[in-house]
């Protein structure tokens, strides 16, 4: 019995160190924490509202447990959404950010009417046009950022002093057009 006790510790930071993702991300590395909970974001989706020309535009980035383009997907959806001006996603540490929130408990509920699917909002955390849920400090720091794949941490802090930090660190979904 003393053997088997001995050998146990060993076998757990065994399986830990070999459990991950098959993208080489550790477990639960994406994502937020708020009052000491952990939301994961392990989707990326960025929109870039001119990439036409070097005139600057709206680029917004979605970080999302679920795949939103999926829309048949469950609920219990948490999404950071953040936009920013600038000529393209690049590294760099962003404070000027006007539009931005932080959801959790989101969910797509199938219409009546036919078999779409339709958005419904959950609880938001933080949210630049609810005068209860702005934030005093916003801070994007885009660390690299190559065709496929972005790294970023973020911290955001409520008016009544919460804070929301978190990264994303992974491929993103291009969502820009040129329509």
């Known amino acids: 019995m ?3 006790i001995k050998v146990l510790p060993f ?6 160190l070999s459990c991950s993702d098959d993208d080489g991300r550790t477990l639960g590395e994406n ?3 708020f009052n000491g909970a952990f939301h994961v974001l392990n989707n990326a989706f960025v929109t870039d509202d001119n990439i036409v020309d070097e005139n600057p535009s709206t680029i917004s980035i979605v970080l999302s447990n679920v795949n939103l383009s999926d829309s ?3 609920s219990n959806i948490s999404k950071v959404y953040f936009d920013f001006n600038g000529i393209d996603l690049e590294p760099g540490t962003l404070i000027d950010i006007p539009n931005y929130s932080i959801e ?3 969910a ?9 699917f339709t958005y419904t909002n959950g609880t938001f955390l933080l ?3 609810d005068p209860g849920l702005t934030a005093t400090e916003k801070t994007v720091t ?8 972005v790294d970023l941490t973020f911290s955001f802090t409520r008016a009544d002093g919460q804070t929301f930090t978190g990264k994303y660190n992974g491929l993103f979904t291009d969502l820009s057009s040129t329509e």
């Open 2 to 4: 003393r053997n088997i």
């Open 142 to 149: 885009i660390n690299s950022v190559t065709e496929t794949k």
């Open 104 to 106: 959790t408990g989101g």
């Open 108 to 116: 797509f509920v199938q219409n009546a009417e036919d078999e779409d």
């Open 31 to 33: 994502g937020f924490t």
């Open 11 to 16: 076998l757990a930071v065994f399986l830990f």
């Open 127 to 129: 949210k630049s046009s």
């Open 72 to 74: 048949t997907a469950v």
